[in-house]
């Protein structure tokens, strides 16, 4: 079978399966298998496809017909312009997270040598980010996952990022005990937990914990908007990820904790909530 076949039948696969793009998922998949990148594959298809890279591309042409994420199956996701490994330890970085990145890009200095935190790092997307566009900047990212926290450190490493940023275990906030930092960042886990058995399924498969926000969806900001206050700095940033239809929610539980000014919702691409911004009040 040649490649181009390949692909025309890796293509009737997806789309029965439900995905959405199955040519450029095909293309993508078929190129992994292959270990050739997109455009090379494109310019071989008339080449048989060999056995081994046979039996790796159908295996995962039938698990992504089945909703398992492209990502997991391939092992990378770019994210602000960066390649980040991937496994079924992390949630896949995602678009919606790069505007509370880029939100807080804007509001700080690349000359500043700023101490800097993100809790619920996963694959230490929003902390490595931050560490390669704030060169001077000392990045602290915490996980409750020991599996996540291996594989932030491998990005790390492979980013070249590891020197400046400290990845520690625990607690959203507890391993970040006696630091004053300028900002702290999160896309904490926020989908009500009733609602999880409702997602697509490539979402099912990300972990659990890194999905369930509890009753409500709120109960990570309930505890991070007062335990951030006591660890910024007067004047620092306060940067969260939010449910698309959580901001005046997370806009009230900030205004109780009466530690900052500021407040404001920012949206992503789709204009729905997507970031909540804060400054601690100085005293
Ligand atoms: C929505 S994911 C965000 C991952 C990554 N920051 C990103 O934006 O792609 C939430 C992360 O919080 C972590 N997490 C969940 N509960 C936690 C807790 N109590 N303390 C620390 N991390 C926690 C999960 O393991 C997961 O990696």
């Known amino acids: 079978m040649t490649l181009r076949q390949a692909l025309g039948e890796a293509v009737r696969r997806l789309a029965a399966g439900g995905v959405e793009r199955p040519r450029l998922e095909a293309e993508v998949l078929l190129g992994w ?61 995602r678009q919606d997270t790069e505007v509370v990145v880029e939100a807080v890009l804007e509001r700080l200095d690349p000359c500043e040598s700023y101490t800097i935190a993100d809790c619920g790092t996963g694959s230490g997307a929003i902390a490595l980010s931050l560490a390669h566009y704030l060169p001077r900047a000392r990045v602290y990212a915490t996980d409750i996952s020991p599996a996540a926290l291996t594989v932030a450190q491998e990005n790390a490493r492979k980013l070249g990022l590891a020197a400046r940023v400290t990845l520690l275990q625990g607690d959203f906030l507890a391993p970040l005990r006696g630091l004053k930092l300028d900002a702290l960042v999160a896309n ?63 806009k009230d539980l900030a205004r109780a904790v009466g530690a900052y000014r500021n407040e404001q919702v920012l949206p992503d691409y789709a204009g729905r909530d997507r970031c909540f911004l804060a400054y601690r009040r100085e005293e």
């Open 33 to 93: 298998a292959c270990s050739l990148t997109r455009p090379r594959l494109l310019a071989r298809l008339e080449e048989e496809l060999a056995p081994a890279a046979a039996g790796r591309f159908w295996q995962a042409i039938d698990r992504r017909a089945a909703g398992y994420p492209l990502q997991y199956l391939t092992g990378h996701q770019e994210f602000m312009s960066l390649d980040f490994k991937v496994t079924p330890a992390v949630l896949i970085p």
């Open 188 to 250: 904490p886990p926020y989908i009500p937990t009733a609602a999880l058995p409702g997602l697509p399924a490539d979402v099912r498969s990300e972990p659990r914990l890194a999905l369930d926000g509890g009753p409500d969806g709120l109960d990570a900001y309930r505890f991070l908007l007062p335990g951030a206050a006591g660890l910024l700095r007067p004047g620092g940033l306060l940067a969260l990820e939010i449910g698309s239809d959580q901001g005046q929610a997370v």
